[in-house]
């Protein structure tokens, strides 16, 4: 039996309003709250993303020995490809450093490393 069930996720941010607009179209959620300070979407199940503006922010390293990226995000797309340049017209960035043939690790507007794979590959 689980002690707890995981709703919402939430990331610090630079910008908390460019970041919710850019996962809100990566992701397809709908923003549900947005100011300065804080923004919040909501997905499916019940599912949230939160982004909190955090004065001094200072992005995660990629790629960074020391395991400071703390946790990144893995999305599965259809065409790797494709995710890649769509997340990119949307503000992401793609570093040099790539681990893998099979995903891509981007970076979101604030700096945090997400990763997208082919969705076969999790099936």
């Keep these: 039996m689980a ?18 607009r850019f996962w809100a179209a990566v992701l397809g959620w709908e923003v549900a709250h947005e100011d300065d300070a804080y923004a919040m979407l909501t997905g499916p199940d019940g599912m949230a993303l939160g982004l909190g503006t955090v004065e001094g922010h200072v992005a995660p390293g990629w790629p960074n020995a ?3 990226k703390q946790f990144h995000l893995d999305l599965a797309v259809d065409d790797l490809d494709d995710g890649v340049e769509a997340c990119l017209a949307l503000g992401a960035t793609l570093p040099d450093e790539q681990p893998g043939e099979t995903w891509r690790v981007l970076l979101d507007p604030s700096g945090h490393p997400f990763c997208l794979t082919r969705a076969a590959s999790w099936g």
């Design 3 to 20: 002690v707890a069930t995981l709703k919402m996720l939430t990331l610090d941010s630079s910008d908390s309003r460019r970041d919710a």
């Design 66 to 68: 020391n395991g400071s």
